[in-house]
């Protein structure tokens, strides 16, 4: 069946550090990818999302490639915030189903 | 525009016991979707509305849970009896009407179940 297999967190960052949070998929098709943040005490807003093979997502300076061959999306950012610490969660939908598949999520935690 | 809204925040409970979470959706939004976030894990599907009849709830325990949209426009999740593993933050999520492509599903801040 469908999965999303994300690395274990909490991820540990300095502010400015480089952040890479790994997502793999496991999906008949092509579906389309997603990543999605909480921040504490607030419900998912979608970061951003990818619909086919090579495509970019980009949103507020994370950036994530939709690799078929690899059957993956990670997460990069080239400088985090302390404003980024949040859980952050990759998920995929089917072409034509409107079902979410989540992976367990990443906590990350930036240092000042 | 207002967002998804849910209520209660928190709930706690003891188990045996009855519960009820209620939400709101955006405006227009024809779709409806409960979820079920165990801490660590990601969200799972429960059940999902299209206006006022059950689209999917293959994953719904349907011999505790049960879910309703009577006007398809607000949603209630009932729990009858809880069980301590039904602990977890219920969310909610809406979108434009279900079609063949994607319409993003927007998420209320959940509610906090403990079960004890």
């Known amino acids: 069946g469908d999965s999303v297999t994300q690395m274990e967190g909490p991820v540990t960052l300095s502010e400015e550090a480089f952040l890479t949070i790994n997502c793999t998929y496991t999906?008949?098709?092509?579906?389309?990818l997603f990543w999605y943040v909480q921040y504490p005490g607030e419900g998912l807003q979608l970061l951003l999302k990818a619909t086919k093979a090579d495509d970019k997502g980009s949103n507020k300076g994370f950036e994530a490639t939709y690799r078929k061959e690899t059957t993956s999306f990670h997460l990069e950012k080239g400088s985090v915030q302390v404003s980024d610490s949040a859980v952050y969660f990759c998920a995929l939908i089917r072409y034509n189903f409107n079902k979410f598949y989540f992976g367990s999520g990443t906590k990350l935690n930036v240092k000042p | 525009e207002a967002g998804v809204a849910q209520s209660p925040r928190y709930k706690i409970i003891e188990k045996r016991q009855s519960v009820a979470f209620w939400c709101n959706p955006i405006?227009?939004?024809?779709?409806l979707y409960w979820y079920q976030q165990i801490l660590g894990q990601g969200p799972k599907l429960l059940i999902q509305f299209q206006n006022n009849g059950v689209v999917d709830d293959s994953q719904l325990p349907k011999d505790r849970f049960s879910a309703e949209r009577l006007k398809g426009v607000d949603s209630t999740l009932k729990i009858q009896p809880a069980k301590l593993e039904d602990s977890a933050v219920y969310l909610c999520?809406?979108?434009?009407?279900?079609?063949?492509?994607?319409?993003?599903?927007?998420f209320g801040p959940g509610t906090r179940l403990t079960v004890l």
């Open positions: 405006s227009g939004h024809a779709t």
């Open positions: 999906a008949t098709g092509y579906p389309s």
């Open positions: 999520a809406s979108s434009l009407e279900l079609t063949s492509s994607y319409n993003e599903q927007f």
